[in-house]
Structure formats: C-alpha cells, structure tokens
C-alpha cells in the first residue's frame, strides 16, 4: 500500500496525517473460493448455488461480503507493513453497495480520514481509515470506516 522505509519498517500516528493515501495490490476473485468460503462461512444458495443465485436477489452468483471483507483485509496486510504492530482494529462500520462476483480483480483504496493522539497514553492513538474495496470497473464493492489503534513513534 505504500513503499519505501517506512512500509518496512510500519507506520506510526505520524506518518498517517489526514488525506492519506494508501493503495493495495490487486486480487482476483474465483467462483471455486467463493464456493469454498459460503460452504464453511455462509452457506446460502446465492453464494453455492448458480443456478438459485441466478433467481436470486443478486441475479447470480455473488461472494459473501463476508468474504469480501475478508479479501480485502489480506490486501491491507499483504500490501507491506502499514501499521507498526499490524493493524488492530477498534470498530467500525461496513457495507456492501453491490456485490463481488466471481472473475472480479479486487483493489483496496484507503484514505486517512481522522488522526486522534491519545489524551491519556502518549505512546498511541487512533486513526479513521476509510477503505474502498473497488472491482475492475471501479465500482464499490465495499466500503469500510475503520478505527485503528497506532503507536505512537517513540521518543
């Protein structure tokens, strides 16, 4: 997502100021993992099934958005080292504006949306990452405000 010394080595609540940008790699979605993933996380026909997917509300087969959070969770981590520590969320807020099919190229576009130094511990903080899980189209597959603790870069 970034490059350079600092995604070796991870960011701290100073690297992240607000308006950050920060872009993943991409990855593409098969109909076998999607398959895989319904059967262990989300067994509904929409997400197994073609040809009930296709009378479906999602017009065919469609991921769970579970899965897709969790694609997109690999493509924060697998982008380098963002966060000194590893990203340890605090909350958030999700949602799937359409759905990700199969053969879709995923990508995660992340800004900075808010940057809070903590008022007790000097040595951390919380930033507001808002993540666009995009297909190849550009369109929105996911949309992810997350609160994120971040240490703070010691003295």
Known sequence: ??????????????????GRKLLSES???????????????????????????KESLFGGLAASGWHTASITM????????????????MGGEISWPRPTRPGDTLQVESEVIEVIPSGARSDQGIVKLRSKTKNQNGKVVQLFIAKLYVPRRPV
Not at 35 to 49: I, R, S, V
Not at 74 to 89: A, D, F, N, Q
């Open 27 to 53: 990855y593409i979605v098969t109909e076998e993992e999607i398959k895989e993933f319904a059967g262990k996380y989300d067994p509904q026909d929409f997400h197994l099934n073609d040809s009930l997917a």
């Open 74 to 89: 690999r493509l924060l981590v697998g982008s380098g080292k963002l966060i000194k520590g590893g990203i340890v969320g």
């Open 1 to 18: 997502m970034t490059s350079g010394k600092i995604a070796e080595e991870g960011l701290y609540l100073e690297d992240l100021s607000l």
